[in-house]
């Protein structure tokens, strides 16, 4: 698919996700690169404009990422961002030093609105600053555009040449007006048309699917999940009865959920695919069994994955290609799409075995946010209540089960996780919260029930709100639901004695506990 592109090179900011998909909120497809890809590929990319990430080096620093200053004499636009627009002072001639006053948090800056990279934002904003450098004195031939009280340069522009330095932090929300800003950069410095968009994305992805595939024979990895739902109902619009959906009950699915899958995609189901549904149950939990650390139990749950499929397809006949859910931010938290470090595996990304018994693997959603596959699922006509479906991982309660994964915590986990669900659904809050769910700590503790001592697990409850499931923040649930949760739970969940709910945000933990 021809698109016109913007693409942020990656320093190891911890936002640089976020910033991709500020990007792509302005209609304008967006990809991550790190630092060290070539020159000569980003010429060849022929982007309409270049953001550079921040980062947790100083740039003035032997050894801190750089680059080449040829990029910014590509005559392509360039947009630094606070480590990024340090580096750019440095390589054309400014100098960058530590800051007598480091700022975090949200800071008041003073804007010339006069920039066309601030046109109509406020002379006077509220921006998220997180720097112990600053640019000292910029390079020749730039402007100041922006100062705070700490901070005489927090931002500076070439315009002539397109290239545009800020300190601070567009993509966050904690700036108020960064979409604004960004939009300003991508659609009216970079001139992008804004076409990218999820009617034409599913049009040509199914246009390209069938190319691709011809007259060959498909295995899709269908958990039920909104990502590879989206995959399945895509490829079957695409190659039709050439697909078969194989769905891998590993009992580390919800409470009642293997039974769900089946009824909405096997054969009585709307959607006239070839349903195959292997209980692997025993399997899983065999491999499983005395593993604790968490990245080794993903890798172990997707190796199995694919084993599964590559028996399957051996009853099925040849097959030529596999089908999986992958989305963007699996790419990039696996470590493939820029210089971020690993956040965790994926089972469909990290943990795949070297020698796959396949001729490729196609992911149609390889490219996009959660919320644009949602997007993709209302474009492909399936129904609202599986599009916004509660999100699941492909280790499922593997990595919601602190340490061993047993059958019986499995147990523990399903039905405190289905007396939450329940409860929240109760309240009305099940399309209000972005994320929710129960996951089993490894912790055990005294308690007394029925004037008798007892030694069981702790339940942690989590809840997020999210855009786009690279931040979030913990949600406020009413004390009332969380006290009859917990109620519940202790009261019809045998082997639990305690709940917790998290605060956590994300950064800096993440959404799932593994």
Request: charged share 25%; with cysteine; hydrophobic share 40%.
């Amino acid at each position: 698919m021809v698109q016109e592109k913007v693409i942020v090179i990656d320093f190891g900011g911890q936002y640089n996700q976020l910033v991709a998909r500020r990007v792509r909120e302005c209609n304008v497809y967006c990809e991550i690169y790190s630092y060290k890809t070539d020159i000569a590929q980003i010429k060849e990319m022929n982007p309409k404009g270049i953001i550079l990430t921040g980062g947790p080096n100083s740039c003035y620093e032997d050894n801190a990422p750089s680059y080449s200053k040829e990029l910014f004499e590509l005559g392509i636009p360039v947009l630094g961002l606070c480590y990024g627009a340090q580096l750019m002072m440095l390589l054309l001639g400014g100098k960058v030093e530590k800051a007598p006053v480091r700022e975090y948090g949200k800071t008041e800056v003073m804007i010339d609105t006069k920039s066309p990279l601030f046109a109509e934002v406020n002379s006077t904003t509220i921006c998220w600053m997180s720097h112990f450098d600053y640019i000292s004195r910029i390079a020749p031939d730039f402007n100041v555009t922006a100062h705070t009280a700490d901070c005489p340069v927090a931002a500076a522009e070439n315009k002539e040449k397109g290239l545009f330095a800020i300190q601070f932090h567009p993509e966050v929300l904690h700036t108020v007006e960064g979409t604004k800003i960004l939009y300003n950069f991508v659609r009216g410095i970079c001139g992008c048309a804004g076409t990218w968009r999820m009617d034409s994305f599913v049009e040509n992805s199914i246009q390209e699917i069938r190319q691709k595939v011809g007259s060959g024979k498909v295995l899709c990895a269908l958990s039920g999940g909104v990502d590879s739902s989206v995959a399945a109902v895509m490829l079957a619009k695409a190659i039709g009865d050439q697909l078969t959906c194989v769905f891998v009950d590993h009992g580390l699915l919800r409470k009642n959920e293997g039974d769900e899958v089946e009824e909405v995609f096997g054969p009585n189901g709307p959607y006239e695919l070839h349903f195959v549904r292997v209980n692997a149950q025993e399997r899983f939990y065999e491999k499983l069994a005395g593993v604790t650390e968490p990245e080794k139990k993903r890798k172990i749950i997707g190796e199995e994955f694919i084993r599964v499929f590559e028996e399957e397809a051996k009853k099925i006949g040849a097959v030529d290609f596999l089908v999986q859910g992958t989305i963007y931010p699996d790419v990039v938290e696996s470590g493939l799409g820029g210089e971020s470090a690993v956040i965790k595996s994926h089972h469909n990304v990290g943990g795949l075995p070297d020698c796959v018994d396949f001729k490729e693997i196609i992911e149609p959603l390889r490219n996009l946010f959660k919320d644009e596959v949602r997007k993709a699922g209302l474009e492909l006509g399936i129904p609202e209540k599986l599009v916004f479906r509660q999100p699941f991982p492909g280790p499922g309660l593997g990595i919601r089960i602190i340490g061993e994964v047993t059958a019986e915590k499995v147990r523990i986990v399903q039905d405190a996780d289905a007396i939450y669900r329940e409860e929240i659904a109760k309240a009305g809050l099940d399309r209000i919260i972005g994320q929710y769910f129960a996951a089993l700590t490894n912790m055990r503790s005294v308690g007394v029930m029925g004037d008798e001592r007892t030694y069981d697990y702790a339940v942690a409850l989590r809840a997020v709100n999210t855009v786009d499931f690279m931040t979030a923040e913990s949600a406020e649930i009413p004390f009332a639901v969380l006290q009859t949760v917990m109620s519940r739970i202790i009261n019809e969940v045998r082997g639990v004695n305690r709940v917790f709910y998290d605060l956590t945000s994300k950064p800096p933990g993440t959404i799932e506990f593994e």
